[in-house]
């Protein structure tokens, strides 16, 4: 691990983006923590995307954004007790849940810091789950995260967009709804729509990883909101 100064949460000109979303997930950590574990079928999400990065005993693997911790049990029980788990998180609140949650788990560790520049100098991979969508330039972020893991590593991203599923489309009006309000203040008052910017980030993300990647297997779940996409750095 390298020194990851944080951006500063204090000052007096307007609060970054960054700082907003920081205050909002340490204020409402409990809450999303339930959302987060119980909305239905999001289990199945995390299992899968914790098989698409092909973990072996002993590896290496970074969350990043892990929030409340919901992916670090999957992931410790891949890694094995001679395996390493890695959750970074920037929101303090977040990431007191996620201690409890990994309490018994003593491969895991977590970390305040940035996921844009995070302080890991090497990994076997790299998972992040509904994140994207928060960095205002996914696919450096994500080209980051294929350098870090280098060839041969893995990279796995879940986001939620709105849905291309002729059947389930009449739900999008729903889902934006759903995204307005519980997306952290400083993306609300944006210009924009904060879908539009959520399925533009989504995308440039998983553009990004395709572009680095190769066997990449894709898929999509909960009427096509929920996207599944993990490959192999080249
Ligand atoms: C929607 S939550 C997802 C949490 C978790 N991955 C999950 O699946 O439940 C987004 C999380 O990303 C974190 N986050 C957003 N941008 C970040 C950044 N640049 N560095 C570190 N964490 C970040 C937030 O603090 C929040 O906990």
Same mark, same amino acid.
């Given at each position: 691990m390298?020194p990851n100064p944080?951006?500063?949460t204090?000052?007096a000109?307007?609060p970054?983006?960054? +700082?907003?979303?920081?205050? !909002?997930y340490?204020?409402?950590?409990?809450?999303?923590?339930a959302?987060?574990?119980?909305?239905p079928?999001?289990?199945?999400v995390?299992?899968? #995307?914790?098989d698409?990065? $092909?973990?072996?005993s002993g590896? +290496?693997?970074?969350?990043?954004?892990c $929030? +409340?911790?919901?992916?670090?049990?999957?992931?410790?029980?891949?890694v094995?007790? =001679?395996?390493?788990?890695v $959750?970074?998180?920037?929101?303090?609140?977040?990431? @007191?849940?996620?201690?409890?949650?990994v309490?018994?788990?003593?491969?895991?560790h977590?970390?305040?810091?940035d996921?844009?520049q995070?302080?890991? @100098?090497d #990994?076997d991979?790299?998972? #992040?789950?509904?994140?994207? $969508?928060?960095f205002?330039d996914?696919?450096? &972020?994500?080209s980051?995260? %294929?350098?870090?893991?280098g060839p041969?590593g893995?990279?796995?991203? &879940?986001?939620?967009?709105?849905? +291309?599923a002729?059947?389930w489309?009449?739900?999008?009006?729903l889902f934006?709804?759903?995204?307005?309000?519980?997306?952290?203040p400083g993306?609300?008052?944006?210009?924009?729509?904060?879908? %539009?910017?959520? =399925?533009?980030?989504?995308v440039?993300?998983?553009?990004?990883?395709e572009?680095?990647?190769?066997?990449?297997?894709?898929?999509?779940h909960?009427?096509? !909101?929920?996207?599944v996409?993990a490959?192999i750095?080249?």
């Amino acid at each position: 691990m390298s020194p990851n100064p944080l951006p500063s949460t204090d000052g007096a000109s307007a609060p970054s983006p960054s +700082t907003v979303a920081q205050s !909002f997930y340490t204020r409402w950590a409990t809450l999303y923590d339930a959302i987060a574990r119980r909305t239905p079928g999001v289990g199945s999400v995390r299992t899968e #995307a914790a098989d698409a990065l $092909g973990l072996s005993s002993g590896d +290496t693997v970074v969350e990043m954004g892990c $929030g +409340t911790g919901a992916n670090l049990p999957y992931l410790a029980d891949r890694v094995g007790p =001679d395996g390493t788990v890695v $959750g970074l998180d920037f929101s303090p609140g977040v990431l @007191d849940v996620a201690r409890e949650r990994v309490r018994d788990y003593p491969n895991v560790h977590l970390v305040r810091a940035d996921a844009t520049q995070p302080p890991v @100098d090497d #990994a076997d991979a790299v998972l #992040a789950t509904f994140v994207s $969508g928060m960095f205002a330039d996914p696919d450096a &972020v994500v080209s980051s995260w %294929a350098d870090l893991v280098g060839p041969g590593g893995r990279l796995c991203l &879940v986001d939620l967009a709105r849905t +291309t599923a002729p059947t389930w489309r009449a739900l999008n009006p729903l889902f934006r709804a759903l995204v307005r309000v519980t997306a952290p203040p400083g993306t609300r008052t944006m210009h924009g729509s904060p879908t %539009a910017m959520l =399925d533009e980030r989504l995308v440039a993300a998983h553009q990004a990883l395709e572009s680095r990647c190769y066997d990449v297997n894709a898929t999509t779940h909960a009427f096509g !909101f929920a996207r599944v996409r993990a490959g192999i750095v080249e």
